[in-house]
């Protein structure tokens, strides 16, 4: 019901005709009968006189119980809607208020900023949208549970609140998500920035909930209604205001985290073209446009090829062949990556099967998928499915998986390896592994960085980075690929190195399956008929998976 007609009807009930009739109507009759039994009463008590009329007496005493009924019936009303108003502000405070932080909420930062805009116009100020959102407010929940997870959001409030000029408003629009209004001196946009220096020192503070510490960041999207020091009525719009700071605030988010970014117009088409990729993966799984492309892996001394790794390629419609760097992180995001991969890795079996048996697999894995609990059991499955032998396989996985639940990686790779898979470690150098991590999980080989490999194109033909690595590898005893051997140059450095795989452009492109088929047919490299018999008598090593998944789940 709308607030204007419940105060209406509160209205009406304060002024209660009835009660306010019939007390009315007592107090004339108790005058007039009262003016007429009183005296009447005196004379008979103290002149002798006749007593008053028994009707009349009786009238007066029914004025005096009317004026007892309506008193209580007006102080019962009084009582009632006192009551009522009580509920209908507390009604209206749940719907305008967010329980949790007690910030505003969405509905009532909508009319809070209409009634700013309205008033910074007026006095000829600008105003600022701030969008906030919390960096990793999922993994706190995770962690720590969902009672910390509050008390972190609560928290933040109270200190973003702290910062705020008087006219500030600030909300809770939802989960990790808050945003703030304020008003400016038109042109002095720095005041703003200052504000949101202070906000982000304020949050690098540890947040300290229930015996754990907490360290967070937040990233920050700002939109005005100003153009310099131009007021433009279309960019007040609540609606536009909002909008234009949650684009602000991806863009922060995308650019790292941590950050804060005035909201340009450039940005709506990278939002666009990044909605367009997001909507183009969705149909191009469907599509099964996604296929694995293979590059050729070499062992560096005797220049024999030894495998192949897989690398996904995107065949779109509209963009022709895209890149992984560009759609792996989308699809990690729109949480696609494992229906993405699962497609891949079915159709990369279907491939490698063909292959001479010598020729391994080498698979990227995505941390996203070692987060599944029963990531190797459907690693293995399909394997089986595939009749494919573990021994072939390698799993590569990045220095970022890492910083995932480390205890249920460690299950992840064990469970795979105890079942011939090899894991190696992608990109070494590129990211946060520590030697203790090095030492403790079993790791088969080390894959060095193609940015370090790339360093032995320099006239000296050293590095002292790939010299490092290959020395930690010999201590740790894990063989090496090098990636990214562009020239003759480069290998010629990598084989004065000692015994490494390797692979790169030097020895041809990534090429899909059918260019991969051929050039093995033209080498004698893929399976004979023979051995694809020999092959479809299961495997033992296959056998033995099919007992240990008929063990566990039906998955
Ligand atoms: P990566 O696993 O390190 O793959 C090697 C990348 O280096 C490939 O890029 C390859 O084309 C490129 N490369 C190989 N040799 C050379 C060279 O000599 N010079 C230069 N400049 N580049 C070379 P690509 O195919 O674009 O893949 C990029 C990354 O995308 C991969 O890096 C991998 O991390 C990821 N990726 C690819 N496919 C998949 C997949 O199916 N799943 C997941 N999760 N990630 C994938
Ligand atoms: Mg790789
Ligand atoms: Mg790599």
Same mark, same amino acid.
């Given at each position: 019901m709308a607030?204007?007609?419940v105060n209406?009807q509160?209205?009406?009930a304060d002024r209660?005709?009835?009660?306010?009739?019939?007390?009315?109507?007592?107090?004339?009759l108790?005058?007039?009968t009262?003016?007429?039994?009183?005296?009447k009463?005196?004379d008979?008590?103290f002149?002798d006189g006749?007593?008053?009329d028994?009707l009349?007496?009786?009238a007066?005493l029914?004025?005096v119980?009317?004026?007892i009924f309506? =008193?209580?019936?007006?102080?019962?009303l009084?009582?009632?809607?006192?009551?009522?108003?009580?509920a209908?502000?507390?009604?209206?405070?749940?719907?305008?208020i967010?329980?949790?932080? +007690?910030?505003?909420?969405?509905? +009532?930062m909508?009319?809070a900023?209409e009634?700013?805009?309205?008033?910074?116009?007026?006095r000829?100020r600008? /105003?600022a949208?701030? *969008?906030?959102?919390?960096d990793?407010?999922?993994?706190i929940?995770?962690?720590h549970?969902?009672?910390?997870?509050?008390?972190?959001?609560?928290?933040?409030?109270k200190?973003?609140? %702290?910062?705020?000029?008087k006219?500030a408003?600030l909300?809770r629009?939802?989960?990790d998500?808050?945003?703030?209004i304020?008003?400016?001196?038109?042109?002095?946009r720095?005041?703003?920035?200052?504000?949101? /220096?202070?906000?982000?020192?304020?949050?690098a503070l540890?947040?300290?909930q229930?015996e754990?510490?907490?360290?967070?960041? $937040?990233?920050?999207?700002?939109?005005?209604d100003?153009?310099?020091?131009?007021?433009?009525?279309?960019? %007040?719009?609540?609606?536009s205001?909002?909008?234009r700071?949650?684009i602000?605030m991806?863009?922060?988010?995308?650019?790292?985290?941590n950050?804060?970014?005035w909201f340009?117009?450039? *940005?709506?088409n990278e939002l666009?073209?990044?909605?367009e990729?997001e909507?183009?993966?969705?149909?191009?799984i469907?599509a099964g446009e996604?296929v694995?492309?293979?590059e050729q892996?070499?062992?560096?001394?005797s220049?024999?090829? /030894?495998?192949?790794?897989?690398?996904?390629?995107?065949?779109?419609d509209?963009m022709?062949?895209?890149?992984?760097? $560009?759609?792996?992180?989308i699809?990690?995001e729109?949480g696609?990556?494992t229906?993405?991969?699962?497609?891949?890795?079915d159709q990369?079996?279907?491939?490698?099967s063909? =292959?001479?048996?010598?020729?391994?697999?080498?698979?990227?894995?995505?941390?996203?998928?070692?987060?599944?609990? =029963?990531? %190797?059991?459907k690693?293995?499955?399909?394997?089986?499915?595939?009749?494919?032998?573990?021994q072939r396989?390698e799993?590569?996985?990045?220095?970022s998986?890492l910083?995932?639940?480390?205890? *249920?990686?460690?299950?992840? $790779?064990?469970?795979?390896?105890?079942?011939?898979?090899?894991?190696?470690?992608?990109?070494?150098?590129?990211?946060?592994s +520590?030697?203790?991590?090095?030492r403790?999980?079993?790791?088969?080989?080390?894959?060095?960085d193609?940015?370090?490999?790339?360093?032995?194109k320099?006239? +000296?033909?050293?590095s002292?980075?790939?010299?490092?690595?290959?020395s930690?590898?010999?201590?740790?005893n894990?063989?090496i690929?090098?990636?990214?051997?562009?020239?003759?140059? $480069?290998?010629?450095?990598?084989?004065?190195m000692?015994?490494?795989?390797?692979?790169?452009y030097?020895?041809g492109?990534?090429?899909s399956g059918?260019?991969?088929?051929?050039?093995l047919?033209?080498a004698?490299k893929?399976?004979?008929?023979?051995?694809?018999?020999t092959?479809?008598i299961?495997?033992?090593?296959?056998?033995?998976?099919?007992?240990?998944l %008929?063990?566990? /789940?039906?998955?």
């Amino acid at each position: 019901m709308a607030d204007a007609e419940v105060n209406k009807q509160l209205g009406n009930a304060d002024r209660d005709l009835v009660a306010l009739g019939i007390a009315t109507a007592a107090i004339i009759l108790f005058v007039a009968t009262g003016s007429s039994v009183v005296p009447k009463a005196i004379d008979a008590v103290f002149s002798d006189g006749h007593a008053p009329d028994h009707l009349l007496i009786n009238a007066l005493l029914l004025n005096v119980v009317l004026i007892i009924f309506g =008193w209580r019936r007006y102080r019962e009303l009084q009582a009632e809607i006192s009551e009522r108003r009580r509920a209908e502000g507390l009604a209206r405070e749940l719907a305008e208020i967010d329980p949790l932080t +007690s910030c505003l909420n969405r509905r +009532s930062m909508k009319s809070a900023t209409e009634a700013l805009c309205e008033d910074a116009s007026i006095r000829g100020r600008a /105003v600022a949208y701030c *969008m906030i959102d919390l960096d990793n407010f999922k993994q706190i929940n995770d962690m720590h549970g969902h009672s910390v997870g509050d008390a972190v959001l609560v928290e933040l409030a109270k200190r973003i609140e %702290a910062q705020l000029p008087k006219d500030a408003s600030l909300a809770r629009l939802g989960g990790d998500e808050f945003a703030f209004i304020t008003s400016y001196e038109a042109g002095n946009r720095d005041r703003v920035d200052d504000l949101v /220096v202070r906000l982000f020192e304020q949050i690098a503070l540890p947040f300290e909930q229930e015996e754990v510490t907490i360290d967070t960041t $937040i990233s920050i999207g700002v939109a005005t209604d100003h153009d310099g020091t131009e007021f433009h009525s279309e960019l %007040a719009a609540p609606n536009s205001l909002m909008q234009r700071a949650d684009i602000a605030m991806y863009t922060a988010k995308k650019q790292g985290k941590n950050r804060y970014f005035w909201f340009e117009p450039t *940005m709506e088409n990278e939002l666009r073209f990044r909605n367009e990729l997001e909507a183009g993966i969705r149909r191009g799984i469907t599509a099964g446009e996604f296929v694995p492309y293979y590059e050729q892996q070499v062992d560096l001394e005797s220049g024999e090829l /030894v495998g192949f790794e897989m690398l996904a390629r995107w065949r779109s419609d509209q963009m022709g062949i895209v890149s992984p760097e $560009i759609f792996i992180p989308i699809a990690e995001e729109i949480g696609l990556i494992t229906q993405l991969s699962d497609q891949l890795m079915d159709q990369a079996l279907v491939d490698a099967s063909a =292959w001479d048996e010598s020729l391994t697999l080498s698979i990227n894995i995505s941390p996203i998928q070692l987060r599944d609990p =029963w990531f %190797a059991q459907k690693l293995l499955k399909l394997l089986v499915t595939h009749n494919f032998p573990a021994q072939r396989l390698e799993v590569e996985i990045t220095e970022s998986c890492l910083h995932e639940n480390i205890g *249920m990686v460690r299950s992840i $790779i064990t469970s795979l390896r105890n079942q011939g898979v090899s894991i190696s470690l992608d990109d070494f150098g590129t990211g946060y592994s +520590s030697l203790e991590q090095l030492r403790t999980l079993p790791f088969d080989r080390l894959k060095i960085d193609r940015s370090f490999v790339s360093e032995l194109k320099e006239p +000296s033909g050293t590095s002292k980075i790939v010299d490092a690595i290959v020395s930690l590898g010999r201590g740790l005893n894990l063989p090496i690929t090098a990636e990214g051997i562009e020239d003759e140059a $480069i290998l010629k450095a990598l084989k004065a190195m000692g015994k490494l795989k390797g692979q790169g452009y030097l020895y041809g492109q990534p090429e899909s399956g059918e260019q991969v088929r051929e050039r093995l047919a033209l080498a004698g490299k893929l399976m004979t008929n023979s051995a694809n018999a020999t092959n479809n008598i299961q495997d033992p090593n296959t056998v033995e998976i099919e007992a240990m998944l %008929a063990k566990t /789940v039906n998955l």
